[in-house]
Structures are given as C-alpha cells and as structure tokens.
C-alpha cells in the first residue's frame, strides 16, 4: 500500500478543466490498482489529488494485498497493463475476483483498459484478441451509443477522439449498458453495470510523458496491423488530448460523488 496524498504523481500537461473544485475533504482515499512496477495513475491521479483525494497505491502482482471492504474508500480504479484478463497468474484471477466487492457495495468502480477488461470477465463476458489481430495503439475516433444518451448529457459529451493501446477487447456483458463505442476493431469501448462501475477500453489518463514513453519503449508493437505510428501518436495527443481531459475533469467529478445516471442509462 501507497498513500499519496500530493502531487507526488508523475507531471504532466495540466489537463483542460481540471481545477480544484470547491469540496469538503472526505478522509476517505481512491483505490488505485496498478500493474507494473513504475506505473502511475497518469491525469486520474492528478486530478483526484488537485481536487483533495489522497491516492491509496496497490499493485497485487507484487504481492500487495486488496482491502476486503471499500468502506475506507470513496471508490477504487483498476488501470491497464501489459497482461491479459485470461492470464492464469494468481493476482489477476484474485484482481478479477476483488471486482465483486465494489459491485456489491455499490462503490464507485471505474476500470480502465485491462480493468474494463476484467470488469467484463468478473461479469461473464468475453476477452479475446480480435479475430484479425488487429490493435489499436494511437488516437482513435469514439462516439455515444444512443442508449448512453442519459449519461452522454451528464457528463458531457464523450471525446471524438481517444487513447488506445490494446490488443484485446471485451464482449459487453449481460446486464451491462453500451456507453460508447467506435467503428474498429473493438466496438465495445465503453459500459456501465450497476449504480457505479464503469469500464472504458480507452486511456484517458494518459499523459504527454507516458506516450512517448511506451511509444518509445515498444516501437515492435506499433507494427502491429491497425497501430498507428509514432509519429502520429505524439500529433494525435497534441490534437486531441485537451478534450479527452476536458471530459476526464467532468467524468470524475461526477463520478466521485457517486452521482453518475447509470442505473437511467
């Protein structure tokens, strides 16, 4: 476990629209679930510590424990990795298990990329690499499904564009509602299931500095069929990142008080 409880996160871009907001200190800190040794919660974490969220850091692949409970917490997040959700390494079926707690208390869950990933398959569905092993790395068009209409007006209408960096895409799961989706590869690109729990297939965390970075890192992956190349990662997050920051501002808010119009959706 890892309290941060400053701006102790990597810097970044300072996102449009992302000012503290007039609210009373809850005490309670945000589960942030991350996967890789020096991952960090990228423009999530910014925002929930500019606005007086303390962070609560835990990493299971590294041996490091879930809370049974999130009644210590005002809501958890579970971001991407390089992993798979059908991965039999024992932290990830424990991570795909723990979802269940949220589900059950009704806490604000919000899974991002693998964490949507997981999300779906803790509810039944399936996770699979599209048929024609096409990825999606870069910036990508995204739009509202006519059912997440109800959500589209509370939070704002979804970016045009958003961050991908995947292999794998999930079914939408039974019970679950389509929020958003695209036309490519992975059509289900973002869902609701409950009163609180949220999975986007899409980055909107991601920061100016983690682009270049896992651009830079992994240049075999964007000669993956349907990757963009790198130069057109760097250009597509100088276009589009403003917005997709914008909506990550709204979305948090919203969603930090457990205010989000899933259950209408």
């Known amino acids: 476990m890892f309290d941060v409880r400053a701006s102790e996160i990597e810097s970044g871009e300072r996102a449009a629209g992302q000012v503290p907001v007039a609210r009373p200190a809850t005490g309670k800190p945000v589960l942030i679930v991350l996967h890789q040794e020096n991952s960090n919660p990228g423009h999530v974490g910014q925002w929930l510590v500019r606005n007086g969220f303390r962070l609560d850091i835990r990493k299971p692949r590294f041996g490091e424990t879930l809370p049974e409970t999130l009644a210590s917490h005002c809501g958890a997040v579970i971001f991407g990795g390089p ?8 932290f990830i079926g424990r991570e795909i298990e723990w979802i269940g707690v949220a589900l059950k208390e009704k806490a604000p869950f919000l899974g991002i990329c693998l964490g949507a990933q997981m999300l779906a398959k803790h509810l039944g569905a399936k996770v699979a690499f599209d048929p024609e092993e096409r990825a999606e790395m870069g910036y990508y068009p995204l739009r509202a499904t006519l059912k997440g209409e109800a959500f589209d007006r509370a939070v704002g209408p979804f970016p045009d564009h958003v961050y991908q960096w995947h292999r794998e895409g999930c079914d939408l ?5 389509h929020l958003a989706t695209s036309d490519g590869a992975f059509p289900n690109q973002a869902f609701a299931y409950g009163p609180a729990a949220v999975g986007v297939q899409f980055h909107p965390e991601i920061t100016c500095a983690q682009v270049h970075r896992w651009t830079g890192r992994h240049q075999t992956r964007l000669e993956i069929r349907g990757a963009r190349e790198r130069h057109e990662h760097i250009a597509g997050h100088i276009a589009y990142a403003p917005k997709v920051q914008a909506w990550l501002a709204r979305f948090l808010e919203r969603w930090t008080r457990a205010e989000l119009p899933l259950e209408a959706a």
């Not at 798979?84 to 024992?90: I, V």
């Not at 799961?173 to 509602?177: D, L, M």
Request: charged residues 30%.
């Open 173 to 177: 799961p039974r019970g679950a509602v």
């Open 83 to 90: 992993m798979s959700a059908n991965d039999t390494d024992e």
